[in-house]
């Protein structure tokens, strides 16, 4: 038998038992005179052999020691998982937006998956303004190829080349905005854990319906700003579902804590609404045990229900039904999908669920909570 056929069918036997149990991680292999004894092959073509498996790191050499069988991965997980944060104190107590809290949970998700795989996890903010064009690009000096990312959103687009560039692993969450084609150079190379924000718009509207709303109005951030946003997008696709001619929206961006009562009033008196559905941000900062009608001045008739949630809406009078995402479930597919062996890109698509609150029940199912 050639010698380069003996290395590689040594090579292949070692390598299967290094997988199979016969050498745990952790132990030593038996020294090379052992090996080549057991398997029938000279101390040359084991000693040809040995620096081959250590270039694929399921072996060590300790000088002194022998050689080691690696842990699963070992180059790989000590290549950190890269989180990104727009600003240093982003997800700290002193920002409590609805957007922070998202990212607490995508976190939460990432940072569990990567303690399984024994990987650490590093958040790198990129701003020290917290604005998507003022990057501190020196701060992304690190990425290179082997780098693994989580983007959360396309705050980060004047990102996107530098990671192309870089060839590094980036797995993008978003909810259904046109940058989506914008961007699809990019995203073609990357996994992409994409939110169905307008079907869930879509669950909304069905269910303010059901429940005998037929004037259902919209209050919305961004919804000037972005084009074709997912929000007014499902809201409008909702209510042709349902056969509702009636549409009212505003944006709430600019809406100031001082005149969030005045600005929503004006809205009801102008478009006379039996139901709104409502950025959950007015609720952040309305922060109010009084009853949200009274607040916002409109009839206790109008039912209330927030586009997304956030802790504020259960401490809401009535309490809030909303639409919510499973954003620690995201942050754990995410992780997953970097911690692969083979990167691969691909999309996949995560539905809300509503959660029902006083805001939406009928009387008897209110007694009945009151009940229970």
Not at 175 to 194: A, R
């Amino acid at each position: 038998m050639h010698e380069p056929v003996k290395r590689l069918k040594l090579y292949e036997r070692l390598k299967s038992d290094i997988a199979s149990g016969v050498y745990m991680h952790g132990s030593f292999l038996p020294n090379e005179f052992d090996v080549a004894k057991k398997y029938g092959y000279s101390r040359v073509t084991v000693r040809s052999v040995l620096p081959m498996l250590e270039d694929e790191k399921l072996i060590e050499l300790l000088k002194g020691k022998g050689r080691r069988v690696c842990p699963p991965n070992i180059e790989k997980n000590k290549t950190p998982l890269t989180f990104l944060l727009p600003c240093a104190n982003f997800i700290s107590d002193t920002i409590q937006s609805p957007y922070s809290l998202h990212t607490h949970h995508l976190l939460q998700g990432v940072s569990q998956i990567a303690f399984e795989h024994n990987c650490r996890v590093q958040t790198v903010p990129v701003s020290s303004t917290n604005y998507q064009h003022d990057i501190d690009w020196k701060q992304l000096d690190f990425i290179n190829s082997d780098s693994r990312v989580l983007v959360d959103g396309y705050w980060y687009c004047d990102l996107f080349s530098l990671f192309k560039e870089r060839g590094c692993k980036v797995v993008l969450v978003e909810n259904q905005t046109y940058h989506f084609k914008l961007y699809t150079d990019y995203l073609k190379n990357w996994f992409v854990l994409s939110m169905n924000t307008i079907s869930a718009m879509e669950s909304a509207v069905k269910l303010l319906a059901d429940r005998g709303c037929c004037r259902i109005a919209l209050a919305e951030s961004y919804l000037e700003e972005e084009k074709d946003h997912p929000v007014l997008h499902g809201y409008k696709s909702g209510l042709a579902k349902c056969g509702l001619r009636y549409a009212a929206w505003m944006d709430t961006l600019n809406i100031s804590n001082k005149n969030i009562g005045e600005v929503i009033g004006d809205f009801y008196r102008k478009n006379h609404f039996d139901a709104l559905l409502l950025n959950p941000i007015l609720v952040f900062k309305l922060r109010t045990q009084r009853s949200l009608n009274y607040c916002f001045g409109l009839p206790e008739s109008v039912i209330i229900m927030a586009t997304d949630e956030i802790n504020y809406n259960q401490q809401a009078f009535p309490a809030l039904s909303s639409l919510d995402f499973p954003y620690d479930e995201i942050g754990r597919v995410a992780a997953r999908r970097l911690l692969e062996d083979e990167f691969r890109p691909g999309r996949q698509i995560f539905d809300a669920r509503i959660i029902k609150r006083e805001s939406t029940m009928h009387e008897n199912e209110r007694l009945a909570l009151v009940t229970t």
